[in-house]
């Protein structure tokens, strides 16, 4: 009989990973993701408004400081939140983008100006990043804009 070798884990790592979608921290992150995603599918020409997912831009169990950064998640349904599966990274910069562009679509919604730079704090490495809003108009390559 084959056995196949398995890493030990520790008890913190084991709680490092553990989503508790229960918590109040985890809700109130997934609330705020799916009101600036206007509760549809991010996904290109998808207009899906049920069965909703929030993706993890960057991965939660490599990204501790990232997990409930509002610009991290991005909302897609059941069936292209699954077509990404072990390519995460392929679509993180286009994921990125439409969040920055529906967050602004957000500040507008309320009414509120924006500001020239949104803080993405992490996404581009392990310090601090400011982005720079995208200007006016169509981002390409996005996956809600085609």
């Not at 207009?47 to 501790?64: D, F, P, S, V, Y």
């Not at 909302?75 to 286009?94: D, G, P």
């Not at 509120?112 to 006016?136: A, F, H, R």
Request: proline residues 4%; hydrophobic residues 30%; glycine residues 8%.
């Amino acid at each position: 009989m084959y056995f196949p070798l398995i890493k030990h884990t520790t008890p913190k790592r084991l709680r490092q990973l553990e989503r508790n979608v229960g918590s109040m921290k985890y809700r109130v992150w997934r609330a705020k993701v799916l009101e600036r995603d206007d509760n549809t599918c991010q996904w290109s020409g998808c207009t899906q408004k049920e069965g909703l997912e929030i993706h993890h831009i960057k991965r939660w169990a490599n990204n501790l400081h990232l997990r409930y950064n509002v610009f991290n998640g991005i909302t897609l349904c059941k069936e292209h939140h699954q077509s990404i599966f072990n390519r995460e990274a392929t679509y993180e910069v286009v994921f990125l983008k439409t969040v920055i562009r529906n967050d602004e679509l957000l500040q507008q919604r309320k009414g509120k100006s924006g500001t020239d730079v949104q803080d993405t704090k992490g996404l581009k490495g392990e310090s601090s990043v400011d982005i720079p809003k995208p200007p006016g108009g169509d981002i390409q390559g996005s996956p809600a804009s085609g």
